[in-house]
């Protein structure tokens, strides 16, 4: 079963790489995920609209640094194991339900499902970091 989940999201796992070769990062590989880090990905990442300490793709995470992988590490393979179930159509759920909350005047970010899930992982002294969003 863990096999389908790397192909079925395998477009996203690709376009990581891609996008990570295109901004010189580094790789290493950690518990069947690829983490990819470097300044031009710290550069982006400080740039999302949740100025994100990382971010999943597929089964790669960028990370802003080293650091800010292993801290978010917990959060983001819950995230790997949604892109692993939902495949590519990850992306436009995720973004389908960020626009119905925006919508309906709730936390686009905070209120998703999909982050309610992965935040439910982490240590509650991480949840109240006030790095996650500024
Ligand atoms: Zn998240």
């Known amino acids: 079963m863990r096999i389908l989940g790397y192909i079925w999201a395998g477009p996203n796992t690709i376009?990581?790489?891609?996008?990570?070769?295109?901004?010189?990062?580094?790789f290493r590989l950690v518990d069947g995920v690829i983490e990819i880090h470097g300044p031009a990905v710290a550069w982006a990442l400080k740039r999302t609209p949740v100025s994100a300490l990382a971010m999943t793709?597929?089964?790669a995470i960028f990370g802003q640094d080293v650091a800010a992988l292993d801290l978010t590490r917990k959060h983001e393979h819950?995230?790997?194991?949604q892109y692993a179930r939902w495949g590519v159509l990850f992306v436009p759920a995720y973004l389908g339900w960020s626009a119905w909350l925006y919508m309906k005047g709730r936390d686009a970010y905070r209120d998703n499902p999909f982050e309610i899930e992965a935040y439910a992982v982490?240590?509650?002294s991480i949840r109240q970091l006030s790095v996650w969003r500024e």
Do not use: F, Q
């Open 15 to 26: 376009l990581a790489v891609l996008v990570g070769l295109l901004l010189l990062s580094r």
């Open 57 to 59: 793709l597929g089964h």
């Open 78 to 81: 819950v995230h790997v194991g």
């Open 122 to 124: 982490d240590d509650p």
